[in-house]
Nanobody, 114 residues
Framework: QVQLVESGGGLVQPGGSLRLSCATS????????MGWYRQAPGKQRELVAR???????YYADSVKGRFTISRDNAKNMVYLQMNSLKPEDTAVYYC????????WGQGTQVTVSS
């Protein structure tokens, strides 16, 4: 059973940066396409970025050029570097595998506000 633990969120001013981390365990992590998702209050959870096992990446238009997803297969970790943050990036951020999902972690809150 894969377990997911997100961390690295916080309160940041517009234009600031944060680096989110996702620790995974319990399965063959390196073969999965992994994604970062976010859910803002009153909105559906949405895909922000994903990364394949060979580091091909995809970004939602809203974060393209500002966010960078990466992974360290040796450490079973996925990261999301977020730069030039905007108030509309405020949400709870989650990681999960693409396709059939594993149980969601608790997420990490990102708040962008002056």
């Amino acid at each position: 059973q894969v377990q997911l633990v997100e961390s690295g969120g916080g309160l940041v001013q517009p234009g600031g940066s944060l680096r989110l981390s996702c620790a995974t365990s319990g399965s063959i992590f390196s073969i999965y396409v992994m994604g970062w998702y976010r859910q803002a209050p009153g909105k559906q959870r949405e895909l922000v970025a994903r990364i394949s096992s060979n580091d091909n990446t995809y970004y939602a238009d809203s974060v393209k050029g500002r966010f960078t997803i990466s992974r360290d297969n040796a450490k079973n970790m996925v990261y999301l570097q977020m730069n030039s943050l905007k108030p509309e990036d405020t949400a709870v951020y989650y990681c999960n595998k693409e396709g059939t999902k594993v149980p969601w972690g608790q997420g990490t809150q990102v708040t962008v506000s002056s």
